[in-house]
């Protein structure tokens, strides 16, 4: 089973669509969960942390299942500028130590006229 | 504006060659890592870096690579040998070290290509 899973897409939306993207993770020590966005050919960049409380930023918003081992994204309103490749990131770290990111392989969003 | 910058950008080499790929922080960063992405997969761990020793690397990170912080600022990769299957973008990124903030933030990244 791989560490992070994601549905690969690619997702097609008009712009002003609802989108969601999921996410299963097989440690279940992990301790820390992100969602990045990859524009092609650029480096990762952070979107927002996700808390098992489930949390907002804008027309995004994350929320995490450790029970399940699920993580998901809800982009509402889509825009244009939204077309990315979306990232499933978890780490083991905790307390002192800053560990590695292990990530997902992404699910690839397009958002049309 | 970027908290840390990758130099080169794009680095082209022969196969067998010795390439160093290097990060500079603009501010004081005390945990360093470097990840690489071969074209089309996923983003991969190499190693973490903290308090001027490795932290933690992964299976990737065999003998050919090395990494070191020479002037307590630079950061950087080298890889001995290169071989065809390095070809990828290695992204360097930092974290804050602060207690319960594990985020990780990248640099623009250096696209190896080995011939």
């Known amino acids: 089973r791989k560490e992070v899973e994601q549905d690969p897409g690619p997702f097609n939306v008009p712009e002003g669509a609802t989108v969601a993207f999921n996410c299963t993770y097989s440690n279940s020590a992990s301790q820390s969960f992100f969602w990045y966005r990859q524009d092609c050919r650029k480096e990762p960049k952070l979107l927002m942390s996700?808390?098992?409380s489930g949390n907002e930023d804008g027309r995004f918003t994350a929320q995490l299942n450790r029970a399940s081992q699920y993580i998901s994204l809800l982009i509402r309103d889509s825009k244009l500028s939204d077309s990315a490749t979306y990232l499933c990131?978890?780490?083991?770290?905790?307390?002192?130590?800053?560990?590695?990111?292990?990530f997902g392989q992404g699910t690839i969003l397009t958002v049309h006229p | 504006e970027p908290e840390v910058t990758q130099t080169p950008s794009h680095q082209v080499t022969q196969m067998g060659q010795e390439v160093i790929l290097r990060c500079v922080p603009i501010s004081n960063h005390l945990y360093f890592y470097w990840y690489r992405q071969i074209l089309g997969q996923k983003v991969e761990f190499l190693v973490s870096f903290y308090n001027n020793e490795i932290s933690e690397k992964s299976e990737i990170f065999d003998d050919q690579f090395s990494v070191e912080r020479p002037d307590g600022s630079n950061f950087t990769l080298k890889i001995r040998s290169t071989k065809l299957e390095d070809s990828a973008m290695y992204f360097c990124a930092w974290s804050p070290g602060l207690a319960g903030e594990e985020t990780q933030y990248f640099g623009p990244g250096t696209r190896l290509l080995v011939l």
């Open positions: 996700v808390y098992s």
């Open positions: 990131v978890v780490t083991n770290a905790g307390g002192t130590s800053y560990g590695k990111l292990t």
